[in-house]
């Protein structure tokens, strides 16, 4: 792996779609930023959760990782304490599934400025 392509891969993951900005395909690097904290930001107005690092269930650590995902998203939340989720909204249960969601899908993203950067794709 090359230093360009190292690069892209993780400025696309701390902020959703400047990989492929790097990568001047600007278009889907706007489209890809836009949608997936649009996703993020619905998750927490419907209540939804940012999971931190939990050892005692097998499930928190996943969905740690999915939210994680999200990068500069999730250090954000950590430092000022958002995303702390609410059980009594109806929606908790679907705004965290937008959170988790929002993280997974820029770890696609990530992976495909990386296959672009190394020549793999166009």
Not at 37 to 56: C, D, H, N, R
Not at 57 to 76: C, E, H, K, Q, R
Not at 97 to 106: H, K
Request: glycine fraction near 12%; hydrophobic fraction near 50%.
């Amino acid at each position: 792996m090359n230093a360009k392509s190292f690069i892209c891969l993780i400025l696309g993951w701390f902020i959703p779609g400047l990989g492929h900005i790097t990568l001047k395909k600007y278009w889907h690097g706007l489209i890809f930023f836009v949608c997936i904290s649009s996703m993020a930001v619905i998750g927490l107005f419907m209540g939804g959760k940012i999971y931190s690092f939990q050892t005692e269930n097998p499930l928190t650590v996943l969905a740690f990782f999915s939210d994680m995902g999200i990068g500069l998203f999730y250090i954000l939340s950590k430092f000022f304490a958002f995303g702390l989720g609410n059980l009594k909204n109806v929606t908790f249960e679907f705004g965290t599934a937008y959170i988790a969601g929002a993280g997974l899908l820029n770890y696609l993203i990530t992976l495909d400025a990386l296959d672009i950067a190394r020549g793999k794709k166009k």
